[in-house]
C-alpha cells in the first residue's frame, strides 16, 4: 500500500485519522482551507499524542517521529497529487462533499483511492461527482479515530471489489478492524445506535424515567460505555435530528424523532457545544 496518505479536513475525525496513519508509519498530507484550521488540528494531535505517552502506550520518540510524519498545508493539489489514498473528513453535507470529490478526481492521479469518512451519506452518489467511481469507496471511521478499533468500510454500487481489498489492507496495517458494508442509509452502525437512541430519547419523552436513570440503566445494565442521552448532547442534537430525519426518510416512522428532540433543537439546545441539551453544562 501507498507510504503517503491525505487527509482532507483537519476538524476532530481528520485530525484523527491523520494521527492513526502516521502512527501506523504512514505520511500524511493534512489538508483544510485555513491555517487557523491547521493549527487546531495539529494541536489536537499534540494533546492525544501526550495522551498516548502519558498512559505508557507510545515514547517520546515516536510520538516526535509521528508529529514528523504529518505535513499540513492550504493548498489542495499539493496535498493529494502524490497521494495512493485520499480519506476525506470534511462536514456530513452531499454537497460539499461531491464538490471535494470533484476536484480530487482533478487532482489526483488516475490510481489513488479515494475514501470518504461519513457515517451515513450515499457513497454512491458522493462517486458519481468523479470520472473513476470504482476508485470511490466509504471509510466510515469512529472517534476518537486513535483509539477506535472499527472501519466501517462501505462499498458503494460502483465500488470496485479490489478497491475495497486495498482499503482493507489499508485498514489492517493501520491496526483497524473492518466491517464491509452495502451502500445503505445508515450503514450499520449509524442505523444501530440511531434506533437505540431515538427509543431511548423517546422513553424521556414519555416520563418513563429521569434523562440520568435511562443512562444509567444503559450503562451498567448493558454494557454501554456511555448513556443515550449524554451521547446524543455529545455529538450533538441538531446531527442526531439530522440522522433521525434521513433515516425516517429511508425507512418509515421507526426513526421518526421525538418531539422533545425537534423542540431542543428549536430552541438552539444542541448539547455540549451550546451549554445545554438532555443536560446543562458548564461552558
Not at 169 to 179: A, F, M, N, R, Y
Amino acid at each position: 500500500m501507498e507510504k503517503t496518505i491525505a487527509v482532507i479536513g483537519a476538524g476532530l475525525m481528520g485530525s484523527g485519522i491523520a494521527q492513526s496513519v502516521a502512527m501506523a508509519g504512514k505520511n500524511v498530507r493534512l489538508y483544510d482551507i485555513s491555517e487557523a484550521a491547521l493549527e487546531k488540528g495539529i494541536a489536537s494531535v499534540q494533546k492525544s499524542l501526550a495522551r498516548f505517552v502519558k498512559a505508557g502506550k507510545l515514547s517520546e520518540q515516536a510520538a516526535q517521529q509521528t508529529l514528523q510524519r504529518i505535513r499540513a498545508g492550504t493548498d489542495l493539489q499539493e496535498a493529494v497529487e502524490e497521494a495512493g489514498v485520499v480519506i476525506e473528513a470534511v462536514p456530513e453535507d452531499l454537497s460539499l462533499k461531491k464538490d471535494v470529490f470533484q476536484k480530487l478526481d482533478r487532482y489526483t492521479k488516475r490510481e489513488a483511492i479515494l475514501a470518504t469518512n461519513t457515517s451515513e451519506l450515499s457513497v454512491t452518489a458522493i462517486a458519481s461527482a468523479t470520472t473513476k467511481p470504482d476508485k470511490v469507496i466509504g471509510m466510515h471511521w469512529f472517534n476518537p479515530a486513535p483509539v477506535m478499533k472499527l472501519i466501517e468500510i462501505v462499498k458503494g454500487e460502483t465500488t470496485s471489489e479490489e478497491t475495497v481489498a486495498a482499503v482493507q489492507k489499508l485498514s489492517q496495517e493501520i491496526g483497524k478492524e473492518t466491517v464491509v458494508v452495502k451502500d445503505r442509509q445508515g450503514f450499520v452502525t449509524t442505523r444501530a445506535i440511531a434506533a437505540h437512541m431515538i427509543e431511548c430519547i423517546r422513553m424521556y419523552e414519555e416520563g418513563v424515567a429521569s434523562a440520568e436513570d435511562i443512562d444509567k440503566a444503559v450503562r451498567l445494565g448493558l454494557n454501554y460505555p456511555m448513556g443515550p442521552l449524554e451521547l446524543a448532547d455529545m455529538v450533538g442534537l441538531d446531527t442526531m435530528l439530522f440522522v433521525s430525519e434521513n433515516l425516517t426518510e429511508a425507512y418509515g416512522d421507526r426513526f421518526r424523532a421525538p418531539q422533545i428532540l425537534r423542540k431542543l433543537v428549536e430552541a438552539g439546545h444542541l448539547g455540549r457545544k451550546t451549554g445545554k441539551g438532555f443536560y446543562t453544562y458548564n461552558k
